[in-house]
Every structure is written in C-alpha cells, then in structure tokens.
C-alpha cells in the first residue's frame, strides 16, 4: 500500500465516520453529460528512456542504467559514483529521488509543441509535478521554450508566461493566473492547486507527476472542469505523461473504507536518502492516443475519439434515420435544438468532435452530416459558394433587393454558421441592410421567416 492510498482511506473513513454513507453520489462524468462540467479530452503520452533501438516504456530505472551517466548530489553538487544510486528507482520516484533534467526537457518541449499545435502556447494551463525543485525546473524549462518560440516567430512575449505556484513560493501570482490579463499562462505546482482554486479560463491539466490516490486525481483533474462563458470554454485536456488517468472510474467513496479499523498504524518514515541528478538519458516522447471521457455503465471512463464518435454517430441516425430527415429537422430553430439535445454529454458532442477533428471552418450540420451519413463536408464558405452557383437561376428570378439581401446573409452564415444566420439581429447588419433587409424579403408576399426557411434548405442541400 502507498502512502497515497493510506491518506484516501483515511480521508473516506473519517467522512463515513462524520457524515455516514453517501444518500446520493454524482459522477463527474454525470456532470459533464448534463451539461454543468467542460468535456474532457485525454492526450496519453509515452516516455522512453535510454537509446532508441533499445529504450522501453519508462518503468524505472536500474543502478546499471546509470553507468556512463553523469550523477551530482543534488544539494551539494558532489560528483557521485553509481554505487551512491539505489538499486532501482522507479518511476513514481523520478524528479523526488532521481532527478531527471534530459527527462524535464523532453517533456516540457513535448507539451510546448502540443499547446502549439492545439491553439497556441497561451493556453491557461496547470502542469502538476513531483516536487517544488520539479516544479522550478519545469518552469523554467516552459519560459525557454516560450522565449524561443516567440523570437522565431516574430511574437512579442508576454510578460510572466510561467511560474512556479507551490506552497514554497506562498502562491505567488495565483491571482494574475485565475484573471484575464494576457500574462501568467503556465502555473507549475505539486498540490497547491490541486483543491479549491477556481480557475475556470483553465484550459488544460497536465501531469508530469505519478499519482497514486483517486481522490487526488480527481481534485486536480477537477481544476480544468469549470464552463468559462468569457472565452466560450466547452471543453478542456488532460496531457498525461505519467498514467495518472487509469484513475478513471477507480472506486473511492465507499468500499475502500471497508478494511479501515480505528487506530491502523501509518506507514513508518522514510529514511533520508540522498537526491541525486543523473545527465546523459536520450528521451523520446511519443503520442498514446486520444481519449473523451463519458458516461460508461454510470462511471467516468475514457474512450478512445473513434469510439466516441461512433458512439455519437449511432445516437444521431437513432434521431434522424436518413440525411434528408436530418437536413429537415437541422433547419428548423426548435428541432434542431431538441436533435442537439439528445446527443451526448448535453448536446456538446458535436462542437466537441468539431474541434477535434479541428473543422473550425465548418457548420456543424457539416461535422454531423459527416460523421452519421458520410456525406463529404463543406466548408461554410464552400458550402456559401455552391448555394450561389446551383441556384443561380431561383435567385435569378427573385426581386434584386431579395436576392441581394439572401446574399448578404448567406455571407453571415459564412461567418458564423447556422446560428448566424437565425440571429434575431441578423436583419440588423449593415450589409443585410443595404442589400434591402426585411422589406425586400417581405416583397416575395410570404412571412420573412418562410422565405429564410427555404434558404436554409437550399443552403444545406447544396
């Protein structure tokens, strides 16, 4: 037993004792399902230490895998033999007994070029590490990185991009990062903030520490969990470089208290032990797949994006048996939003696969059309373009005003989808307005609603 899981007994048997069993628990995927928590995506990753014909996932390291490595007492510095090292080291010990400085860069650099990749490395982020020297260390790393990326790529740097928050440094700039303000982006801790800190800009968690106990994970996983209605956050990531999210669906609240007796004996102290810093390991970080976590048998558990998809897929065509039932039932507001609705996790599983399969510059009823019937999706400005050109002739025949102001607004829907285009203001825009707006809708003798309704169809049949 770790020293992780004694503390989760102790805290669950302490709660039971206080406030007896629970009446009623809410998983956090229940939560996110109903719309009250940001959907999680899980990006796994792999760490390899040694030569890369030879390296094997990390699971620790032996005395004999530090031969011809450099060792150093980490507080004094003292140059030290391999003899001075344990037998093995595992890898739950790595940055808190063996420090890794080849392994820190590695994975800092790795987890830059995924921020890059995934909207750019000003993402609000917590990297949750083994010890306050990791945390540093990971700090400065981030620093580098960022300094590096900005001077490549003519960017003026922000100031404070990341920063150490532990109980160590007192929490120093908590209050820029949980803020707006364009600084304090990277936030490197061991525990701190891991409970009662809201941050709900917070747009990913990463662990670069082992963990051991539920109730920890899913107090630091929780930090990424908040909707943010101020940046449009439906959803945020977990990079997880150490395993930590097997911990999904782990059972805590109530049967690991069932071996619990009054006055259990704690885990004798460790002995002090030399910390020791090893240079000279060839690190490879590699991708272990994409997860979405949902609702599996009432329980939080991770599923692979494909899955999810399928999974989104087979509830679509359940709602809509054919592409043109889903076509009649997209343009209409009320149907469209009852169609949405019993999707999963709240009708946010399309914007969700949306982003990543990043297809931004598409509709959703393109990601939809896509992913249940196999349609080839449009782009909103290709799908703009055809609704020009293939009905050219029924616009042709329209009153000019009306085919102007039809024009206009299709070019909203280029910019802001369906829901731009049923925007109650939408009449209101300078171009719509100037095209001829309302009255030259009304000039076709037909509700204004009635006219927008046939070219919404004709847009989607495009």
């Not at 809201?198 to 996983?221: G, L, W």
Request: charged share 25%.
């Amino acid at each position: 037993r770790s020293r992780e899981t004694d503390a989760d007994r102790k805290i669950t048997a302490d709660n039971l004792a206080y406030f007896g069993d629970p009446v009623y628990e809410y998983d956090m995927s229940q939560g996110m399902e109903d719309g009250f928590l940001a959907a999680c995506e899980i990006v796994r990753r792999d760490i390899f230490l040694g030569q890369h014909e030879q390296s094997e996932r990390e699971t620790g390291v032996a005395q004999g895998d530090l031969e011809q490595k450099r060792l150093v007492d980490a507080i004094t510095g003292e140059v030290l033999g391999v003899a001075d090292a344990r037998a093995f080291y595992s890898a739950g010990s790595f940055e808190e007994r063996l420090i890794l400085p080849d392994r820190v860069q590695a994975m800092a650099a790795d987890l830059f070029a995924c921020l890059v990749a995934s909207g750019g490395p000003q993402q609000k982020t917590i990297i949750f590490c083994s010890s306050d020297h990791h945390a540093d260390d990971v700090a400065v790393a981030m620093n580098n990185l960022y300094a590096r990326w900005c001077a490549d790529n003519a960017v003026q740097p922000r100031q404070d991009y990341a920063f150490k928050c532990t109980a160590a440094s007192g929490g120093a700039y908590l209050t820029e990062f949980k803020g707006y303000r364009g600084s304090h982006f990277i936030a490197t801790t061991v525990d701190l903030l891991s409970t009662g800190v809201d941050v709900p800009a917070c747009r990913n968690v990463v662990f670069f520490k082992y963990v051991r106990s539920p109730i920890s994970f899913y107090q630091m996983v929780g930090r990424g969990t908040r909707l943010d209605a101020a940046t449009g956050k439906l959803m945020f990531r977990v990079y997880d470089y150490t395993d930590a999210t097997r911990l999904f669906g782990e059972e805590f609240k109530t049967r690991i208290a069932t071996d619990i007796k009054e006055g259990d004996a704690p885990l004798d102290p460790r002995e002090p032990e030399r910390k020791i810093v090893v240079e000279g390991f060839d690190v490879r970080v590699t991708d272990a797949g994409r997860y979405i976590v949902t609702m599996v048998d009432g329980r939080a558990t991770p599923v692979t994006v494909e899955q999810y998809k399928e999974q989104l897929a087979a509830k679509l065509v359940a709602e809509a048996p054919t592409l043109d039932a889903f076509r009649d039932r997209w343009i209409v507001p009320a149907e469209r939003r009852d169609l949405l609705a019993g999707l999963p996790d709240a009708g946010r599983s399309a914007a969700l696969v949306r982003t990543l399969e990043e297809m931004q510059s598409y509709d959703l009823y393109d990601v939809l059309a896509d992913l249940g019937y196999g349609q080839a999706p449009h782009t909103r400005s290709a799908r703009a373009g055809a609704f020009e050109y293939k009905h050219e002739r029924w616009l042709g025949a329209l009153p000019k005003p009306t085919a102007a102001t039809l024009r206009a607004l299709t070019a909203q829907f280029v910019r802001s989808g369906t829901e731009g285009l049923e925007n109650p203001n939408v009449l209101q825009t300078p171009s719509v307005l100037k095209a001829g707006g309302l009255i030259a809708l009304k000039a076709l003798g037909k509700p204004a609603a009635e006219v927008l309704q046939e070219t919404k169809a004709r847009l989607f049949a495009a």
